[in-house]
Nanobody, 122 residues
Framework: QVQLVESGGGLVQAGGSLRLSCAASGGTFGSYAMGWFRQAPGKEREFVATISKIGERTYYTNSVKGRFTVSRDSAKRTAFLQMNSLKPEDTGVYYC???????????????WGQGTQVTVSS
């Protein structure tokens, strides 16, 4: 069983940056690919980024490519999402997730954090 706790969300102006962290406990961190998803009010949860078990592969949704960077630190058992050049449309609750593969769909991930709010003002 893996427990995930996100942190680092907040309120930021458009063009600003935030770095989200996802601390994992339980299980073997290196056995899981990590993913980031977000959910805006009234919308479905959507894929943002994912990183493979040892970090050699990363994938991003088109709208964040070149602005967001996903990474992981095995020693700290933590995944990160560096978000630069933030836009109002990036607003939402951001969730990290752990699963067996670096996938883009919600169903591929077995464990989820509680989410952290990101609000980008214009």
């Amino acid at each position: 069983q893996v427990q995930l706790v996100e942190s680092g969300g907040g309120l930021v102006q458009a063009g600003g940056s935030l770095r989200l962290s996802c601390a994992a406990s339980g299980g073997t961190f290196g056995s899981y690919a990590m993913g980031w998803f977000r959910q805006a009010p009234g919308k479905e949860r959507e894929f943002v980024a994912t990183i493979s078990k040892i970090g050699e592969r990363t994938y991003y949704t088109n709208s964040v490519k070149g602005r967001f960077t996903v990474s992981r630190d095995s020693a700290k058992r933590t995944a990160f999402l560096q978000m630069n050049s933030l836009k109002p449309e990036d607003t939402g609750v951001y969730y990290c997730a752990a699963g067996q593969a670096a996938a883009r769909d919600v169903q591929s991930f077995d464990y989820w954090g509680q989410g952290t709010q990101v609000t980008v003002s214009s």
